[in-house]
């Protein structure tokens, strides 16, 4: 059984980083899966912020997050991390890692198999 479990969560000034790691462990090759990051905002739905390919060569973001957020992955540690620069109060919210065996990384929810218990992100003003 796949599980992925999220760090590096925590409480940063705004203007400030973070980079959160998301490692993979149980069932199945990591390679063989693709990558995504989601986020929920207190009061909001979880939306996709940013993906990555199997061999971590395609990548997809969010508009929200474009040219801040880098996610990447290490096939050898099985982890993906993202990495998120100039932090604004509005990122605050819970990151939440997602696999998909399929190899999908895009926004849809439905794709992905397994989820992370999630880290929070509180960006202060």
């Known amino acids: 059984q796949v599980q992925l479990k999220e760090s590096g969560g925590g409480l940063v000034q705004a203007g400030g980083s973070l980079r959160l790691s998301c490692i993979f462990s149980?069932?199945?090759?990591?390679?063989?899966?693709?990558v995504g990051w989601f986020r929920q905002a207190p009061g909001k739905s979880r939306e996709f912020i940013a993906g990555?390919?199997?061999?971590?060569?395609?990548?997809s973001y969010a508009i929200s997050v474009k040219g801040r957020f880098t996610v990447t992955r290490d096939i050898v540690k099985s982890t993906a991390d993202l990495q998120m620069n100039n932090l604004n109060v509005e990122d605050t919210a819970i990151y939440y890692c997602?696999?998909?065996?399929?190899?999908?990384?895009?926004?849809?929810?439905?794709?992905?198999?397994?989820w992370g218990q999630g880290t929070e992100v509180t960006v202060s003003s």
């Open positions: 997602a696999a998909d065996a399929d190899g999908g990384f895009g926004g849809l929810e439905a794709l992905y198999e397994y």
């Open positions: 990555i390919s199997r061999n971590g060569e395609t990548t």
């Open positions: 149980g069932g199945g090759a990591f390679s063989n899966h693709g």
